[in-house]
């Protein structure tokens, strides 16, 4: 006879026998509830038929329910993911007596497409992974309790689509922004404060690190798929980090020494200037094209005859290899009668003339600038063009051809260029002449100066400014670029630039026309005079209707007291008029309570597009060499973009979060969750330390 139902019996405790009859049911399956948490239960069931026959016992089968206080935690808690990154995240359960696990869900505040887990559900303790989704935004990953869904653990997840941070300051138009943030925020769970944000990782070189780090996401490298930090110090080595592992794997199998053979880094004793110490080699930030995957930098060397060289590289970003038939040995010779000419000639000197602001890339050249260590020697400001594809020299101009000096300082800032390709830069010192009725008159010194690009061998010049209260050449030291200078939004036909130096006044001119020179008076747009007293030694920051500026008394050039040394100006910011005049207000807007001392900051700011605006600041008051007033780490803060009167976090906070000894007018990276900070390790400026460069990797903490 044909079954007709089953007979289900249990019992309960652990290893127990005496078995009851609960239930008799015509069909499978069948549901027990009500029974007590954490308590083990054994089942045995019986067939029977119409008879009343039944069969033998099935096998036992045992469980256990789960407790009534089921928790659930995730690991990490936050974290910072580029498009399509995958991350290892764990849920941890107690009281899950049956061992169910949990289901893993996800929500986005951008696209979903493309997010993903390796596996939908997992027991306590066994990680699965997660993919990012294809679009940009906060991601909020969730663990539920099987056992009880009412149960549950969250992760916050910023997801960035940026596509890289591949020159100074981010953007030609050197505005220090990171508008595509999603992982660093101003409150909650990856609100950037000492619970949730620190050091995570430290990354040591051959030498200081006076460049700043560039950063690029989802290279195709070392036989995966890797965000990548890339470093450059000042013996001429550079390493590609992964970004994200505190092992340091360098990707290219090593730091790459780009020093040719036979050839090694130049020192502060060669060049007679305790600036750089105790090595010069590569000082001006390197720009990469990520279309081509190049990075273009330049390098500094001597040969064992003692005869200098500087040289244009062309790296391969994926391998560290050379391209373009690089490295490119650089030279050059303009018309003219000034200091250290020749027949009619002024040739560049690779001893004398410090590369040292960043590159430019801007329309398929490489635009390069000098100016001097120390101001030793008979040197001149220069500016080239080098072809992105080819390395070949496309024009040279000398800022001082019949003069002196006229450096291109801008404290490491690089030359600025608009949509149409043209170059603008700020000239320290020198000769001035380019008001003379006569020819020549091509000597630039303390202006700023709006070259057109490259074309025929040589760059036109368009325009330039420099303050008629400036005397010439550098009789009063209040050098117009000792600061660099940025390009403004365009507002309505309104386009701008912005610049401040050692006189403390803070100019806004006209792109089109930068306003050249009267005896009486400055024909700019907007000059707040004073504004920021102490001088600049760094570059202006812009975010959101927000101008930052950080200056500093020069200990060398004015009179200062110990307590002025350790921190004469507070960071500023002043509002800018995003609706008619891109102007700045005359007062600022907000400051901070720490005064910073020389060579003051150039702030960066980072944001999820106009939310979640943070500023952030490095302090390098001891940064060791000539005119320091000590050694010690550098120092990152975390300010509130909005209102500088509200610090987040900063790095002396926390022993464990201290960074190497600082280095002059280097610049935080913010990207993907994390902050790159290069420094000088332990190095007091005299070399033969154990860590004589480190990068220090700051982030969320797991």
Same mark, same amino acid.
């Given at each position: 006879?044909? =079954?007709?139902?089953?007979?289900?019996?249990?019992?309960?405790?652990?290893?127990?026998?005496?078995?009851?009859?609960?239930?008799?049911?015509?069909?499978?399956?069948?549901?027990?509830?009500?029974? +007590?948490?954490?308590?083990?239960?054994?089942?045995?069931?019986?067939?029977?038929?119409?008879?009343?026959?039944?069969?033998?016992?099935?096998?036992?089968?045992?469980?256990?329910?789960?407790?009534?206080?089921?928790?659930?935690?995730?690991?990490?808690?936050?974290?910072?993911?580029?498009?399509?990154?995958?991350?290892?995240?764990?849920?941890?359960?107690?009281?899950?007596?049956?061992?169910?696990?949990?289901?893993?869900?996800?929500?986005?505040?951008?696209?979903?497409?493309?997010?993903?887990?390796?596996?939908?559900?997992?027991?306590?303790?066994?990680?699965?992974?997660?993919?990012?989704?294809?679009?940009?935004?906060?991601?909020?990953?969730?663990?539920?309790?099987?056992?009880?869904?009412?149960?549950?653990?969250?992760? @916050?997840?910023?997801?960035?689509?940026?596509?890289?941070? /591949?020159?100074?300051?981010?953007?030609?138009?050197?505005?220090?922004?990171?508008?595509?943030?999603?992982?660093?925020?101003?409150?909650?769970?990856?609100?950037?404060?000492?619970?949730?944000?620190?050091?995570?990782?430290?990354? +040591?070189?051959?030498?200081?690190?006076?460049?700043?780090? $560039?950063?690029?996401?989802?290279?195709?490298?070392?036989?995966?798929?890797?965000?990548?930090?890339? =470093?450059? +110090?000042?013996?001429?080595? #550079?390493?590609?980090?992964?970004?994200?592992?505190?092992?340091?794997?360098?990707?290219?199998?090593?730091?790459?020494?780009?020093?040719?053979?036979?050839?090694?880094?130049?020192?502060?004793?060669?060049?007679?200037?305790?600036? %750089? @110490?105790?090595?010069?080699?590569?000082?001006?930030?390197?720009?990469?094209?990520?279309?081509?995957?190049?990075?273009?930098?330049?390098?500094?060397?001597?040969?064992?005859?003692?005869?200098?060289?500087?040289?244009?590289?062309?790296?391969?970003?994926?391998?560290?290899?050379?391209?373009?038939?690089?490295?490119?040995?650089?030279?050059?010779?303009?018309?003219?009668?000034?200091?250290?000419?020749?027949?009619?000639?002024?040739?560049?000197?690779?001893? =004398?003339?410090?590369?040292?602001?960043?590159?430019?890339?801007?329309?398929?050249?490489?635009?390069?600038?000098?100016?001097?260590?120390?101001?030793?020697?008979?040197?001149?400001?220069?500016?080239?063009?080098?072809?992105?594809?080819?390395?070949?020299?496309? *024009?040279?101009?000398?800022?001082?051809?019949?003069?002196?000096?006229?450096?291109?300082?801008? *404290?490491?800032?690089?030359?600025?260029?608009?949509?149409?390709?043209?170059?603008?830069?700020?000239?320290?010192?020198?000769?001035?002449?380019?008001?003379?009725?006569? *020819?020549?008159?091509?000597?630039?010194?303390?202006?700023?100066?709006? $070259?057109?690009?490259?074309?025929?061998?040589?760059?036109?010049?368009?325009?330039?400014?420099?303050?008629?209260?400036?005397?010439?050449?550098?009789?009063?030291?209040?050098?117009?670029?000792?600061?660099? $200078?940025?390009? %403004?939004?365009?507002?309505?036909?309104?386009?701008?630039?912005?610049?401040?130096?050692?006189?403390?006044?803070?100019?806004?001119?006209?792109?089109?026309?930068?306003?050249?020179?009267?005896?009486?008076?400055?024909?700019?747009?907007?000059?707040?005079?004073?504004?920021?007293?102490?001088?600049?030694?760094?570059?202006?920051?812009?975010?959101?209707?927000?101008?930052?500026?950080?200056?500093?008394?020069?200990?060398?050039?004015?009179?200062?007291?110990?307590?002025?040394?350790?921190?004469?100006?507070?960071?500023?910011?002043?509002?800018?008029?995003?609706?008619? @005049?891109?102007?700045?207000?005359?007062?600022? /807007?907000?400051?901070?309570?720490?005064?910073?001392?020389?060579?003051?900051?150039?702030?960066?700011?980072?944001?999820?597009?106009?939310?979640?605006?943070?500023?952030?600041?490095?302090?390098?008051?001891?940064?060791?060499?000539?005119?320091?007033?000590?050694?010690?780490?550098?120092?990152?803060?975390?300010?509130?973009?909005?209102?500088?009167?509200?610090?987040?976090?900063?790095?002396?906070?926390? *022993?464990?979060?201290?960074?190497?000894?600082?280095?002059?007018?280097?610049?935080?990276?913010?990207?993907?969750?994390?902050?790159?900070?290069?420094?000088?390790?332990?190095?007091?400026?005299?070399?033969?330390?154990?860590?004589?460069?480190?990068?220090? #990797?700051?982030? %969320?903490?797991?």
């Amino acid at each position: 006879m044909g =079954v007709t139902g089953y007979l289900v019996e249990r019992c309960s405790g652990a290893g127990c026998n005496s078995f009851v009859q609960i239930a008799s049911t015509p069909s499978a399956p069948f549901a027990d509830s009500g029974l +007590t948490a954490a308590t083990s239960y054994s089942y045995r069931v019986r067939a029977t038929d119409a008879a009343g026959n039944l069969s033998g016992y099935s096998n036992i089968a045992s469980g256990v329910t789960n407790g009534t206080n089921i928790t659930v935690s995730v690991s990490p808690l936050r974290a910072g993911l580029t498009i399509s990154q995958t991350l290892s995240i764990t849920a941890t359960l107690t009281n899950d007596m049956a061992n169910q696990g949990v289901n893993w869900s996800f929500t986005s505040t951008g696209s979903a497409t493309g997010g993903s887990f390796s596996a939908s559900s997992s027991t306590s303790g066994i990680p699965v992974v997660f993919t990012a989704p294809f679009g940009a935004g906060v991601v909020t990953i969730t663990a539920t309790a099987v056992g009880d869904i009412s149960k549950a653990a969250t992760a @916050t997840i910023g997801v960035t689509d940026l596509s890289g941070v /591949t020159t100074y300051l981010n953007n030609n138009s050197r505005q220090g922004a990171n508008t595509q943030e999603y992982a660093l925020t101003t409150s909650g769970n990856t609100a950037v404060n000492s619970t949730n944000f620190g050091k995570l990782f430290s990354c +040591t070189v051959d030498a200081a690190i006076y460049a700043q780090p $560039l950063w690029v996401p989802n290279l195709q490298i070392a036989g995966g798929t890797h965000n990548v930090v890339f =470093v450059a +110090t000042e013996r001429n080595s #550079v390493y590609a980090f992964d970004a994200d592992s505190s092992s340091c794997t360098n990707l290219w199998g090593g730091g790459k020494s780009l020093n040719p053979s036979g050839q090694t880094s130049v020192t502060s004793g060669d060049v007679a200037c305790q600036d %750089l @110490t105790p090595d010069v080699g590569i000082t001006g930030t390197p720009v990469i094209d990520t279309s081509s995957g190049t990075m273009y930098v330049v390098t500094k060397s001597k040969d064992s005859s003692s005869t200098f060289h500087q040289s244009l590289h062309a790296l391969d970003i994926t391998s560290g290899t050379e391209k373009f038939s690089g490295p490119k040995e650089i030279s050059a010779s303009v018309a003219g009668t000034g200091v250290g000419s020749s027949g009619g000639q002024v040739s560049f000197d690779p001893l =004398v003339n410090n590369q040292r602001g960043a590159l430019l890339l801007s329309g398929g050249h490489v635009i390069i600038a000098w100016a001097s260590h120390c101001d030793n020697g008979a040197y001149h400001g220069w500016v080239m063009s080098y072809g992105a594809s080819s390395l070949a020299q496309e *024009a040279v101009f000398n800022t001082s051809p019949n003069g002196i000096n006229s450096g291109v300082w801008m *404290a490491g800032n690089g030359p600025a260029a608009d949509a149409s390709g043209n170059i603008y830069f700020a000239i320290g010192n020198g000769t001035f002449d380019a008001n003379s009725g006569s *020819a020549p008159n091509n000597d630039f010194g303390d202006a700023i100066v709006k $070259l057109g690009a490259p074309i025929g061998g040589a760059f036109p010049v368009i325009s330039y400014f420099r303050p008629f209260t400036l005397i010439s050449p550098d009789n009063a030291d209040t050098d117009q670029g000792s600061g660099g $200078l940025q390009l %403004l939004p365009a507002v309505g036909v309104n386009n701008h630039v912005l610049q401040a130096g050692k006189d403390g006044n803070i100019y806004v001119l006209d792109q089109s026309n930068l306003g050249g020179y009267s005896s009486s008076s400055n024909n700019v747009v907007q000059e707040i005079a004073g504004a920021v007293p102490g001088g600049m030694w760094g570059s202006p920051a812009y975010w959101n209707g927000n101008v930052y500026f950080g200056a500093a008394v020069d200990p060398g050039y004015r009179t200062c007291d110990a307590a002025c040394l350790s921190g004469s100006d507070p960071v500023r910011a002043f509002a800018f008029d995003t609706a008619s @005049t891109a102007t700045l207000s005359i007062s600022p /807007t907000s400051v901070t309570s720490k005064m910073y001392g020389y060579p003051g900051p150039t702030p960066t700011a980072s944001s999820q597009g106009t939310s979640n605006g943070i500023l952030w600041v490095l302090e390098n008051l001891l940064f060791c060499t000539n005119f320091s007033t000590g050694c010690g780490p550098a120092v990152l803060h975390a300010y509130d973009a909005t209102n500088l009167t509200t610090e987040f976090w900063n790095s002396s906070q926390n *022993a464990s979060d201290a960074a190497g000894n600082a280095v002059k007018f280097t610049v935080p990276v913010a990207a993907n969750g994390k902050v790159y900070v290069g420094t000088r390790g332990n190095d007091t400026g005299a070399g033969g330390t154990s860590v004589p460069g480190e990068l220090d #990797v700051y982030g %969320l903490k797991p």
